[in-house]
């Protein structure tokens, strides 16, 4: 006799850098225990392949890829996912730096939204005639960044991982055609005003964002903006 099949309701997910809906399906107990086992780990690309893993389970589109999506895409698109598997309300408690207290949140991820600044600039002048072409950061850049490195490393891991190409007023130069080498000293020319740019279209990728406000023992007024799926799940 045929043990009986377990219907699982479908629902839409929005990925937010393509700005379209896929089809999915709850995650049940054999993706809970892919991330029970990556966050046992501790390692950031065991979580970051756990969710990508979990992600591509449950979406039901045959012809998605799931390394199409952008780093944001991931993490909201997780936290949309696990609000209809487990639960949509989830507790978050932060303890106050002015009164020492430990304040509780219930927070509904249903109303965590996408904050898009509209400030992004995927076109960076270097001066008249030349500049770079970028675009959002791959899931893949977490899944390949390095385990170790100081800070001029990560912004040059960052930076050479979302540039599509490299522009003059008589070429394109797709950043696949240019090598290792070439393009480290073509950076490492970068004039400052360029590199702050730089960092400005970090600054102002789209991200999850939720407030939280509150008044503290002492009377005063706060709030708490949260992020990333970590302050949404760890925040202490």
């Known amino acids: 006799m045929k043990l009986p099949k ?27 225990k892919i991330l029970l086992i990556a ?20 979406i039901l589109d045959e ?9 944001f895409d991931l993490e909201y698109m997780f936290l949309k996912l696990r609000a209809k598997s487990v639960n949509n309300i989830v507790t978050i408690k932060y303890r106050d730096q002015e009164d020492d207290e430990a304040h509780e949140f219930q927070v509904n991820l249903d109303d965590v939204e996408m904050l898009d600044l509209g400030l992004i600039k995927d076109t960076i002048m270097i001066n008249e005639t030349t500049g770079l072409k970028m675009k959002y950061p791959s899931i893949t850049i977490l899944e390949d960044a390095p385990s170790v490195f100081n800070q001029a490393e990560l912004i040059d891991y960052l930076v ?5 190409s490299i522009f003059d007023e008589d070429n394109v130069y797709p950043i696949k055609d240019v090598s290792e080498e070439e393009l480290q000293t073509f950076l490492d020319d970068l004039p400052i005003n360029s ?3 730089l ?20 009377g005063e007024d706060r709030y708490i903006e949260l992020r990333n799926l970590r302050d949404f799940f760890t925040l202490g």
């Open 195 to 197: 590199l702050n740019e």
């Open 160 to 164: 050479v991982s979302c540039i599509e």
């Open 199 to 218: 960092t400005e279209f970090f600054k102002n990728l789209p991200r999850m964002y939720h407030k939280l406000e509150y008044k503290n023992k002492e």
């Open 63 to 71: 012809k998605f890829d799931i390394d199409t999506i952008t780093t």
């Open 39 to 58: 966050q046992e780990s501790g390692e950031e690309k065991d979580i970051v392949l756990a969710l990508k893993q979990v992600l591509n389970n449950c």
């Open 6 to 32: 377990i219907d699982m309701p479908l629902f839409e997910i929005l990925v937010p850098s393509q700005k379209k809906k896929i089809k999915c399906r709850p995650y049940v107990c054999r993706e809970e």
